[in-house]
């Protein structure tokens, strides 16, 4: 797992977050180039860094974006619901430099920026 140190001089006034480059991976974006579709156009987000989570999670709508059929599917569990039906998708995040692959859960998160 990569580590990655930074610091900010409005840490208290922010919270940990970061500009995050989200991009189809490199398998997504080869099969679709054979296939002659266009390559979706990457998505910038702020992206909060939650130490705790062992997910890392997406509003639907920024999936949507990149037009991808999920690789798996799951229950989760919020605090305002038990058991809700999200996909799992495999995406490329960049930021500062540092590109990495991983599976991002694609959920209805409402009232979030």
């Excluded at 970061?18 to 266009?38: F, H, N, P, T, Y």
């Excluded at 062992?54 to 059929?69: A, N, P, T």
């Excluded at 798996?72 to 692959?101: K, N, Q, V, W």
Aim: glycine share 8%; charged share 20%.
């Amino acid at each position: 797992m990569p580590i990655f140190n930074a610091r900010s001089s409005d840490l208290q006034a922010t919270g940990p977050v970061i500009d995050l480059r989200l991009s189809v991976s490199a398998a997504a974006a080869e099969a679709m180039l054979r296939s002659g579709e266009k390559l979706p156009s990457p998505v910038d987000i702020r992206a909060l860094i939650d130490t705790g989570a062992s997910r890392s999670i997406l509003k639907d709508e920024i999936i949507e974006k990149f037009g991808l059929l999920p690789v798996g599917a799951l229950r989760m569990d919020t605090t305002a619901i038990t058991g809700l039906p999200c996909y799992e998708y495999l995406l490329e995040g960049s930021f500062h430099g540092l590109t990495f692959a991983g599976v991002f859960i694609g959920a209805p998160l409402r009232n979030q920026e």
